[in-house]
């Protein structure tokens, strides 16, 4: 009998299910607290970040350009005065070596004047005063001049008392033109001899605010922008754009304008500073912070981000000056808000969406955790299940090897009985019934064996107990046979039993070899209910590729089997007989005898053509050789 009909149907530990997963309520899990505080942080501090990075960028950007525009004004200013160096120049060649009285009557000098202010473009007048601080001459009024006292005017002041090697000008202080009314500012130089030393006298040269205001306006970043020329005492020369009138002078803004200024003269070249309100004369970065906190915060640009202006400033050392750029700080954080604003809208969006896909995923998890709570509830069921009808199996399997070994039992006592009617029917014949004696103890040793392995069986020995293989004649097993099944069989039944001369003998279990022809034949003879013709056959085949094999065939003439029929014949428990006649072993044990030997088990058969079983089996001899 096969083991796999007789193995024991038992759940492994494994079958068990792991515990099912609590699945989450309508809130979100605990796990995704911490994404959602991170969706919200970390795009809101990218924001910030970002924002911070603008900053810093339009900061440089508008310092940058402060820089470029108050270099510009400083070369502007330059040329102006510079030229008007030049004229100041030109007049003092033009009367070198007259005396004061020859100056004061020359009416070519006047005619000088007049055409040199002509060629000047911003030149307001030029003027000489003589060294008791008259005016002698002017070039926007008819020669001769009017007498004008300008002992008074700082200019003519810092002129006196100089020495040959000031040779510095001097810028004066803004006034009102006493001619023309208009806004002016002077630049004198001291009336020197042929030798170069001075002799009390001015020659100097006006410049129109108006013109400077006028350019200064063409270059201005925005309307709200301040420009001015400053001398170095804080007194403004030009300013854009122009008060309505005259300011209170503010001591404040005095000193603020000398602290900015100071400050550009110690670099050389262009200086930035940040003015808080509130703090004249703050000029270093972080004025009004703590003096502990001013590096820190100036590194960060929080100055700049709390100033009220930021103020570029260019020093022309030569003639004490500074031009000064200042802008509204106040626009620079209007344009740095609106880019703030769109950082802060674009991580707000991301943050919706982001804080939305997560919603999305925790509904999903949610629905996954339902659908793996319904599937666990259906894999339960189905275990349960499958728990119920693998009992139900093994009860039925332990069934059908009861059956099995009831078939098996049915066919000794079989062939006891038919043993037992010969012994009667030959009592005479003592060795006849010597002979059948010795097959009722060869019947007898075939159910001790089955009787032992079922035991081996219910003792789960590893491997099974070997049994012994012997080398048998097939000739002489089919005389037996022929002779026990000869009246088992019954009258309509003619059993033929024929073995090639010569064939090979076959080593197996001859008891059990004789089981499973017993099987066959039964089967063939229960396959011709009205009767037929068996024939027991064994034959040496020789194959193509030169190998030889014994064959073993039970053929019968009865009713065959349809193509369905032949594939499910062999397996274990199939059978077409009617309940109590059949197990549905027979087959599957042939076929289990034959592979175990090496060989295999063949089935032909066709609807009213009957069948042929064939049991094949390796040469010992071809084997040994392969």
């Given amino acids: ?39 919200v942080v970390l795009p809101l501090l990218a924001a910030g970040g970002a924002a911070w990075s603008s900053w810093f960028a339009l900061k440089e950007d508008i310092e940058s350009r402060l820089i470029r525009t108050v270099d510009l004004l400083h070369e502007n200013t330059l040329r102006a005065l510079e030229s008007q160096e030049a004229y100041i120049t030109a007049v003092n060649r033009f009367i070198l070596g007259w005396d004061w009285d020859t100056i004061a009557a020359s009416a070519d000098l006047a005619d000088f004047l007049a055409r040199l202010r002509d060629s000047a473009p911003g030149t307001s007048a030029l003027g000489i005063v003589s060294p008791d601080g008259m005016l002698l001459h002017i070039s926007s009024s008819p020669f001769p001049a009017q007498p004008v006292d ?3 005017r700082d200019y003519f002041q810092a002129h006196q008392g100089a020495r040959v090697d000031e040779v510095e000008p001097v810028v004066g202080a803004a006034i009102i033109g006493r001619i023309r009314g208009r806004r002016i500012f002077p630049i004198s130089h001291a009336r020197r001899d042929r030798e170069g030393s001075p002799d009390g006298g001015v020659i100097w040269a006006t410049l129109d605010v108006d013109a400077f205001a006028s350019f200064y306006a063409s270059i201005v970043i925005s309307p709200t922008d301040e420009v001015q020329l400053i001398r170095h005492d804080g007194r403004v020369l030009v300013r854009h754009p122009s008060l309505p009138e005259a300011p209170a002078v503010d001591a404040g803004a005095v000193a ?7 400050t550009a003269a110690q670099t050389g070249r262009a200086a930035l500073a940040y003015i808080g309100a509130g703090t004249a004369g703050a000029i270093t970065p972080g004025a009004g912070l703590p003096i502990l906190a001013r590096p820190f915060l100036s590194a960060l640009g929080l100055p700049a981000m709390g100033a009220e202006r930021l103020v570029a400033t260019r020093w022309l ?8 750029y200042g802008l509204q700080v106040e626009q620079m954080r209007h344009v740095w808000a609106r880019r703030a604003a769109g950082f802060t809208v674009a991580a707000g969006v991301v943050v919706v969406l982001l804080l939305a896909l997560i919603r999305l995923a925790q509904i999903g998890m949610q629905r996954e955790y339902a659908a793996l709570a319904r599937a666990r509830a259906e894999a339960e069921r189905r275990l349960d299940a499958e728990i119920r009808l693998h009992r139900t199996a093994r009860i039925t399997a332990l069934g059908q090897v009861a059956a099995g070994v009831a078939h098996d039992m049915n066919n000794l006592i079989q062939s006891v009985m038919a043993a037992s009617r010969l012994i009667d029917r030959r009592a005479e014949q003592p060795e006849k019934v010597r002979s059948l004696c010795v097959m009722l103890q060869e019947t007898a040793s075939r159910g001790a064996r ?20 012997e080398g048998f004649a097939l000739s002489s097993l089919f005389d037996r046979l022929g002779d026990l099944l000869g009246d088992l069989l019954g009258s309509g039944i003619h059993l033929t039993c024929t073995a090639e001369p010569g064939l090979p003998p076959l080593s197996a279990d001859r008891n059990e070899f004789e089981t499973v022809l017993v099987n066959l034949i039964v089967n063939a003879r229960d396959a011709m209910p009205d009767g037929g013709a068996v024939r027991l056959k064994a034959e040496l085949e020789r194959r193509d590729d030169g190998s030889r094999r014994l064959r073993v065939s039970v053929t019968d003439s009865g009713i065959g089997m349809t193509p369905e029929v032949l594939g499910q014949a062999g397996e274990p428990f199939f059978t077409t007989k ?7 072993l027979g087959l599957s044990m042939a076929r289990q005898f034959a592979e175990g030997l090496g060989g295999g088990l063949e089935i032909d058969s066709a609807p009213g053509q ?11 001899s071809d084997t040994a050789s392969g």
């Fill in 450 to 469: 089955i009787a032992g392995r079922m035991l081996e069986f219910s003792r789960q020995r590893p491997g099974g107990a070997h049994v012994p293989q």
């Fill in 578 to 584: 009617e309940a109590g006649r059949g197990t549905g």
């Fill in 1 to 39: 009998m096969s083991d796999a009909a007789t193995a024991p149907f038992a759940l492994r530990a494994s079958d068990a299910l792991p515990a099912a997963p609590k699945p989450p309520g309508l809130t979100a899990p605990g796990s995704f607290w911490p994404l959602c505080v991170a969706v």
């Fill in 610 to 620: 009957g069948t042929r079983v064939s049991l094949w089996f390796p040469v010992a």
């Fill in 150 to 152: 300008l002992s008074g």
């Fill in 317 to 324: 050392p030569r003639y004490g000056i500074a031009v000064i």
């Fill in 256 to 262: 603020e304008r000398r602290a900015v200024i100071a």
